[in-house]
């Protein structure tokens, strides 16, 4: 069975500051994908990256970076210079590779940048 | 390009009543899912479509729920009678294809606005 946990249910931050946000997963798949979406107060949820489970190269899109480590089964998410836009809540999710493709998400950490 | 459209965006019932939401998916995709998010959660899928047929509704309650997608397009989801614990978001998602490792997008799940559903 797969699992995904985000320890972190709330986190704080004033504006500017770097925020890192930890996903750890738990999976019998030898191949995956796993994804973090953001969901703001509107409710809609989007998404940010996938990363499969063969690529451990750290990515990084403008503000945003990813630190995958597979030998601690880890996909953190890093803001860099946090801004109040970013206030939302944040999951990462887990995929198989077969032919369903279903997400099994964590519990999401709420961020709340304060200006 | 339309995303993922959901009606209504509210509901609001009485516990044994029933309810219907609706999801028109972006146009040519293939599979369709439908997800729970209890208040304080992450999504948890309910069941998936691949064009008109299911693919996994295991963990679908189906002596309440029920979930169709005739013409392979747009689907409905029908809870009767309603319970208290059904209160949560209704969450749609459409994905394009099936192929895997193509290095692009098209495993990834667009997500509707949701429904929010209120049992009281």
């Known amino acids: 069975a797969q699992k995904v946990t985000q320890a972190q249910t709330e986190i704080s931050v004033v504006e500017k500051e770097d925020v890192t946000l930890d996903c750890v997963y738990e999976t019998r798949d030898t191949t995956y994908y796993l994804f973090w979406y953001k969901q703001p107060p509107s409710g809609e949820l989007v998404f940010l990256i996938r990363?499969?489970?063969?690529?451990?190269q750290n990515e990084i899109s403008g503000r945003y970076s990813w630190n995958f480590q597979k030998s601690t089964s880890s996909f953190n998410f890093t803001i860099t210079a946090s801004q109040v836009v970013d206030s939302a809540v944040y999951f990462c999710?887990?995929?198989?590779?077969?032919?369903?493709?279903?997400?099994?998400f964590g519990s999401g950490t709420q961020l709340t940048v304060l200006p | 390009e339309a995303g993922v459209a959901q009606s209504p965006r509210y509901k609001i019932i009485e516990k044994r009543q029933s309810v219907a939401f609706w999801c028109n998916p972006i146009?040519?995709?293939?599979?369709l899912y439908w997800y729970q998010q209890i208040l304080g959660q992450g999504p948890k899928l309910l069941i998936q479509f691949q064009n008109n047929g299911v693919v996994d509704d295991s963990q679908l309650p189906k002596d309440r729920f029920s979930a169709e997608r005739l013409k392979g397009v747009d689907s409905t989801l029908k809870i009767q009678p309603a319970k208290l614990e059904d209160s949560a978001v209704y969450l749609c998602?459409?994905?394009?294809?099936?192929?895997?490792?193509?290095?692009?997008?098209?495993?990834?799940?667009?997500f509707g606005p949701g429904t929010r559903l209120t049992v009281l």
């Open positions: 998602a459409s994905s394009p294809s099936r192929s895997l490792w193509d290095g692009g997008r098209d495993n990834e799940q667009f």
């Open positions: 146009s040519g995709h293939a599979t």
């Open positions: 999710a887990l995929s198989d590779t077969g032919s369903a493709r279903q997400l099994t």
């Open positions: 990363r499969n489970s063969f690529d451990e």
